[in-house]
């Protein structure tokens, strides 16, 4: 199962908006509404930022949305804030019963 | 409180084999599958597989698999990694991770708890 494709870096000013793309095949991304990205601030654990493409969980700012379309899953983060600034991973469940990540977006606010 | 808690940092040898814990708390352990996630310093996460805490059932990613081992000891609500025949590049924090929802529930896809992190460091 090879790794999800995300883009290495996007950076940002405050309050812009950016997007940070996941691609995969029809056996992860395309093939279900699985997709959950996650947030990871350096020598911290991953935290969940969204999960089933597009939902929330409660405490998550609404700055965060995800989408999805074919075998691509986006992450946009709107109105940036410095505290934003942290890598990113996309994760999908898979065709093989398993799970896969992508290989990491570092977000940098300018 | 959902809380996993993860046995402290190991050194170990070129070809031997570490065990990481990870206890959990503030929930029920047989409803929720445990995956293991490893991350090499400066790089992505890497899942490396789960089990079913009910049943004991397995399912490992590819590239671990017959190097790795998890289960799931139900009378302390732990479960264990245990990777074998280390080499240099298993030099990796471990992270265990549990499910937001669920088995049962049937959405179970979003791996919303994690661990502190374990630092396995293999060198000679």
């Known amino acids: 199962q090879s790794a999800l494709t995300q883009p290495a870096s996007v950076s940002g000013s405050p309050g812009q908006s950016i997007t940070i793309s996941c691609t995969g095949t029809s056996s992860d991304v395309g093939g279900y509404n699985y997709v959950s990205w996650y947030q990871q601030h350096p020598g911290k654990a991953p935290k969940l930022m969204i999960y089933?493409?597009?939902k929330r969980p409660s405490g998550v700012s609404n700055r965060f949305s995800g989408s999805k379309s074919g075998n691509t899953a986006s992450l946009t983060i709107s109105g940036l804030q410095a505290e934003d600034e942290a890598d990113y991973y996309c994760?999908?469940?898979?065709?093989?019963?398993?799970?896969?990540f992508g290989g990491g977006t570092k977000l940098t606010v300018l | 409180e959902v809380q996993l808690v993860q046995s402290g940092a190991e050194v170990k040898k070129p070809g031997a084999t570490v065990k990481i814990s990870c206890k959990v708390s503030g929930y029920t352990f047989t409803d929720y599958y445990m995956h293991w996630v490893q991350q090499a310093p400066g790089k992505g996460l890497e899942w490396m597989g789960l089990?079913?805490?009910?049943?004991?059932?397995?399912i490992y990613a590819e590239k671990f698999q017959g190097r790795v081992t998890i289960t799931a000891d139900t009378s302390t609500d732990t479960a264990y990694m245990e990777l074998s025949s280390l080499r240099s590049e298993d030099t990796a924090v471990y992270y265990c991770?549990?499910?937001?929802?669920?088995?049962?529930?049937?959405?179970?896809?979003?791996?919303?708890?994690w661990g502190q992190g374990t630092l396995v460091t293999v060198s000679s």
């Open positions: 991770a549990t499910n937001t929802r669920p088995i049962w529930s049937g959405y179970y896809f979003d791996i919303g708890y």
């Open positions: 089933d493409v597009s």
């Open positions: 089990v079913d805490p009910e049943d004991g059932e397995t």
């Open positions: 994760s999908s469940y898979t065709s093989s019963s398993t799970w896969v």
